[in-house]
C-alpha cells in the first residue's frame, strides 16, 4: 500500500514513505492576482534516511534554490515532521 504522508509549510514538502524514508520538495510560492496561492515545483530530491532529514540537511538543500530563505519555515517544517514522526 502507498500510504504516503505530506507535511507543507509555504515553499516546502516533507513527504514520509511507509518504509521511513523522507523526501524534501522546494517549490516557488506566489500570490496570483486572481485570489489564489499557486506552488511551482523548483527541485524534489532523493528521499533520505529520517535521521539525515535534519536542519542542515534542508537548510543546504534551501540554500542551492534560494539566495535568501526564512529559516522559520525550515523549523515550521521540522516541527511539522517530529509531530508526525511522534503520533506513530
Not at 514513505?17 to 522546494?26: E, Q, R, S, T, Y
Not at 537548510?59 to 517544517?77: A, G, M, Q, R, W
Request: proline share 3%; glycine share 2%; charged share 25%.
Amino acid at each position: 500500500m502507498n500510504n504516503i504522508k505530506y507535511i507543507q509549510t509555504r515553499h516546502l514538502d516533507a513527504m514520509i514513505f511507509n518504509d521511513g524514508v523522507m523526501k524534501l520538495a522546494i517549490y516557488k510560492a506566489y500570490h496570483s492576482p486572481y485570489g489564489y496561492d499557486k506552488r511551482d515545483l523548483v527541485v524534489s530530491h532523493y528521499s533520505v534516511q529520517p535521521k539525515a532529514f535534519t536542519y542542515d540537511y534542508v537548510s543546504n538543500k534551501v540554500d542551492e534554490v534560494y539566495s535568501t530563505f526564512p529559516n522559520e519555515e525550515i523549523h515550521e517544517l521540522l516541527n511539522k515532521v517530529k509531530l508526525i514522526n511522534d503520533t506513530k
